[in-house]
């Protein structure tokens, strides 16, 4: 079993940094692909970032591409999403996901099995 812990959110304001971090426990993640996705009230969860194993592979959704960047520590076992230039349509809550058998490019939801809790980002304009 895989236990997933978000951390790092907050409010921020429009223009502003956040980093947001997930540390992994209960097995290694160094075999599994690792994803953001965030999901706002009323709104289906929508994918954000993800990376390969390997860390090699990144993908972003169109809306954070530039902004955004994820990163993993397979020593550590765990991902982060360092975001800047924040924008108000960012706020969400975010969640890290991780799975074994996700396929690139690492965006659908349904293949990732492991979800954390979610962290609130809120982004004032």
């Known amino acids: 079993q895989v236990q997933l812990v978000e951390s790092g959110g907050g409010l921020v304001q429009a223009g502003g940094s956040l980093r947001l971090s997930c540390a992994a426990s209960?097995?290694?993640?160094?075999?599994?692909?690792m994803g953001w996705f965030r999901q706002v009230p009323g709104k289906e969860r929508e994918f954000v970032a993800a990376i390969s194993w390997s860390g090699v592979s990144t993908y972003y959704a169109d809306s954070v591409k530039g902004r955004f960047t994820i990163a993993r520590a397979n020593a550590k076992n765990t991902v982060s999403l360092q975001m800047n230039s924040l924008k108000s349509e960012d706020t969400a809550v975010y969640y890290c996901a991780a799975g074994p058998g996700v396929r690139e490019p690492f965006c659908i939801e349904s293949e990732y099995g492991y979800w954390g809790q979610g962290t609130q980002v809120t982004v004032s304009s």
């Open positions: 209960g097995r290694a993640l160094s075999s599994y692909a």
